[in-house]
């Protein structure tokens, strides 16, 4: 049994400052619930205080107070380390160290909340305190929430939803881009876009969509080379999808830090490519002569058509490395100045950022627009924090020789024989 009841840590109220007095009148002051932590599970219990202000009587339970209907958190990062406990429900709470290990796993490991859930159904079976598994998984996913937006601004009391802690923090916008303010000047952007990071269209927050997203052309089969799925697919691929068409990243090949981010409604769309590059184009250390884009072609020809004076700062519109095999058009081959430029330039950072937060997709993809927008931008900052240095040289292992000039040697049948050397 658990003897203290946890309870708010102030005896202020947080909303008007009034005294705060613990109630003790009716069995509801007093809720238990479970604690979840790394290894264990054990019981806790909340104890109610009350507001004595007239005009106020705000109830306050730890971490949150009601208000309107909605739990409102009241505590800093910083206090709820000193705490030590978060609770998301009267029934249900975490330990801070539980929280921060499953924020490391989800964003270095990709281990998702649902994941984590199954894992401890699988090894609390037969304790009755223990949620169900959706119901841990919404718990946990709104605590890894809290933890993450009361991180940012350890010692100021951000006052979020409980339920839907993203919502305060996030103001969904197709015009301005998430950016993320570079240290150093930047000389070199390169950009791509990631389709596999997409969402639903929900309604009243997103206008439906009303026309075909392009996409690749489909392949021209004969009647004796369809299956039976093929009719299947041309019927999904008739409807609209509701759901939005990815994101567009820019990443700075020097340091490999992610620049700017925006969601894409339409794929591959040069208008919000163009204001991806607007928003990053305003802060004064970015001013880049060379863009780097797998389809940097046809944005080239965009920006030249309908913002001439936008950039006048590019130079050089490249195509990765990766793709540049791939074009036809004059931008296959690196002209004798884009060469010089571009000598020491790793052109395949975007794609190597768009490999790290693949992983990432299954777990986003779920989410409700808010929470989806955050947990995008989480994940940038995690990638530009956690970004481990590259080796400035790479020593060659003694004795190896060059594997190239051996294969090139002639086969042992047709060389000269020692005896005919004279």
């Given amino acids: 049994m658990v003897k203290v009841a946890r309870a708010f840590p102030r005896r202020t109220c947080p909303s008007c400052s009034g005294s705060l007095v613990k109630t003790i009148t009716g069995p509801r002051d007093v809720s238990k619930g479970v604690l979840i932590g790394s290894e264990s599970l054990s019981k806790t219990s909340t104890r109610v205080s009350r507001c004595v202000r007239k005009g106020c009587r705000v109830y306050v339970r730890h971490n949150y107070m009601r208000i309107a209907g909605e739990k409102i958190n ?36 990709k281990t998702s909340p649902g994941q984590e859930a199954a894992v401890r159904v699988l090894l609390h079976q037969g304790h009755d305190d223990l949620p169900d598994h959706r119901t841990f998984r919404d718990c946990l996913l709104r605590a890894l929430e809290a933890y993450a937006v009361a991180k940012r ?27 993320f303010h570079p240290m150093n000047g930047v000389r070199e952007v390169a950009m791509d876009g990631n389709f596999g990071l997409h969402r639903h269209l929900l309604p009243g927050v997103d206008p439906p969509r009303t026309k075909q997203l392009p996409g690749r052309p489909r392949k021209a089969l004969r009647e004796d080379e369809r299956s039976c799925s093929c009719a299947r697919k041309d019927s999904l691929h008739l409807a609209l999808p509701q759901r939005t068409a990815g994101w567009q990243f820019a990443v700075d090949p020097s340091s490999r830090k992610v620049l700017a981010a925006l969601e894409h ?21 970015c001013v880049p002569d060379v863009l780097i884009h797998d389809d940097a072609c046809h944005l080239e020809a965009y920006v030249r058509k309908h ?86 040289f790479v020593a060659r292992p003694r004795g190896r020789r060059n594997v190239k000039a051996r294969m090139m040697k002639k086969p042992a049948a047709i060389r000269k024989r020692p005896s005919s050397r004279r």
């Fill in 74 to 109: 009241v505590l800093s990062f910083n206090q709820m380390k000193a705490a030590g406990v978060y609770f998301v429900t009267t029934k249900t709470a975490f330990t801070m160290s539980y929280l921060e290990l499953c924020y490391l796993r989800l964003l270095r490991a």
């Fill in 307 to 392: 913002h001439p004076d936008s950039f006048p700062s590019v130079k050089h519109f490249i195509v990765d490395a990766f793709h540049r095999r791939n074009h036809k058009c004059s931008k296959r081959e690196l002209t004798v100045s884009q060469k010089r430029r571009c000598n020491r330039v790793r052109t395949n950072m975007s794609e190597s950022f768009n490999a790290w937060i693949r992983a990432l997709n299954f777990f986003v993809n779920s989410l409700r627009p808010h929470s989806h927008a955050f947990w995008i931008e989480e994940a940038c900052l995690f990638y530009n924090t956690n970004l481990a240095p590259l080796p400035t």
């Fill in 265 to 285: 409604k339409a794929s591959e769309s040069h208008g919000d490519k163009v204001r991806l590059l607007h928003g990053l184009f305003a802060d004064p250390q």
């Fill in 153 to 179: 601004t350890p010692d100021q009391v951000v006052s979020f939803n409980v339920d839907y802690p993203a919502k305060e923090v996030v103001r969904l916008s197709r015009s301005q881009p998430l950016l």
